[in-house]
């Protein structure tokens, strides 16, 4: 929930309060605290081997960089613009960003949406190569020189550490670069940054980072753990709610809503 800016001349608050049974609920007034204390409970467990996962991917990720080739990673980055982009001027004006999520961390488990984008684009470039070889260092610099010649972006962000990348959409040119597992499904071309690994490395720091990955699995598990714990509470929580609404009168308020602004000019 977002609190209004502009409250009155611009937002609004549409009160679903207005519609429930204040006397029936407050019958249930000790369940539904006590349920709420024990959602809060599980997803702040929840979040916190979340974080401790974060960490290890953080530990997997600087293992994996040290042993990447970077210079050729650059020389691959500039091919890939000329290619996608061609001899197209930087604009006066720059594109537009938009940030969203095509995956997350659910009571289900990991879900990915990111077909529903690959599948609206005439091409899709799948960029494939572990934690930390660079993946969203060249998304980024794609992103930016779309932007910087006027072309609109969309961001989808990896759950678990938002500043990563699965991928990016530019509109104008039909075109998906993606780091998503889905990617190859809808490939027309893979560029595969795990050949610029050096492979000595990597076999010394092997058992480290297979045991990160073990402890990775085992709080990524719990977390979920927790996600499920506290949606099961939050479902028990909604037995007190939705017998006590006046739903008709819900859907009342959203026919006037949806009339006021298709009013707007």
């Known amino acids: ?12 608050i549409l009160h679903l309060g207005d519609y429930w049974d204040t006397d029936a609920m407050e019958k ?47 020389i691959i980055t500039e091919k890939l613009l ?3 982009m061609g001899s197209m001027a930087a604009a006066d004006c720059p594109g537009k960003e938009r940030h969203l999520f ?45 932007l910087e010649r006027g072309l609109c972006v969309e961001y989808f962000h990896a759950p678990l550490k938002p500043q990563k990348l699965d991928s990016i959409v530019i509109k104008e040119l039909g075109l998906a670069v993606t780091c998503s597992s889905k990617g190859k499904d809808y490939a027309d071309r893979i560029v595969d940054l795990n050949e610029y690994l050096d492979e000595n490395y990597m076999d010394e720091v092997g058992d480290l980072i297979k045991r990160d990955y073990e402890a990775f699995d ?48």
């Open 1 to 12: 929930m977002v609190d209004p800016k502009n409250p009155g001349c611009v937002d609004e």
């Open 28 to 74: 249930n007034k000790s369940e539904i605290l006590i349920s709420n204390k024990k959602v809060g409970k599980h997803f702040a467990r929840a979040y916190k081997f979340l974080t401790s996962a974060k960490e290890i991917m953080d530990d997997i990720e600087d293992m994996t960089t040290a042993a990447m080739h970077f210079g050729k990673i650059n």
């Open 82 to 84: 000329k290619e996608l």
């Open 102 to 146: 095509g995956s997350a961390y659910t009571p289900g488990g990991f879900v990915d949406y990111s077909d529903t984008v690959l599948d609206k684009v005439d091409r899709v470039f799948c960029i494939e190569g572990r934690p930390g070889t660079g993946k969203t260092n060249m998304l980024n610099k794609l992103a930016l020189h779309a």
């Open 218 to 265: 085992l709080l990524l598990e719990e977390a979920l753990n927790s996600i499920l714990a506290a949606k099961t509470v939050h479902d028990e929580l909604e037995t007190y709610y939705v017998p006590n609404m006046d739903f008709e009168g819900v859907d009342k308020l959203r026919e006037r809503t949806i009339e006021r602004i298709l009013g707007y000019n």
